[in-house]
């Protein structure tokens, strides 16, 4: 599964005129990382452990920042993801702030990421 398809479908949003569907381009660039447990690897060294536990966990999911997903992600996966997007990083940062919560929430019903 990937770390996007529980989200229920395409999320889109309208930058500079055009429609980007960040599921696809998040996947594809995530899916490089190693998937949802390279992810969660990350984040955990990056020092969101009790976070991103939260997330997998089946209860309430603690949020994250903007600037804690700047911290956490390395500049190219944040690069990468603004070209696909048509936006600067700081806002990469803030959709995977209130967007990988709920992904990774999603992709792991039974509080374990397989």
Not at 59 to 69: C, D, F, K, R, W
Request: glycine content about 12%.
């Amino acid at each position: 599964m990937s770390i996007f398809d529980g989200l229920g479908g395409v999320l889109s949003d309208v930058f500079a005129g055009r429609q980007v569907d960040y599921v696809a381009v998040a996947t594809r660039i995530f899916d490089n990382a190693g998937g949802l447990q390279g992810i969660v690897s990350q984040l955990n060294t990056a020092g969101l452990g009790e976070q991103v536990s939260s997330w997998i966990g089946t209860g309430h999911n603690l949020p994250v920042s903007a600037e804690q997903i700047q911290a956490a992600l390395s500049s190219d996966q944040l690069r990468d993801l603004a070209a696909k997007f048509g936006v600067d990083t700081s806002e990469v940062s803030k959709l995977l702030a209130e967007h990988l919560p709920q992904a990774v929430d999603a992709a792991t019903p039974n509080g374990t990421v397989s």
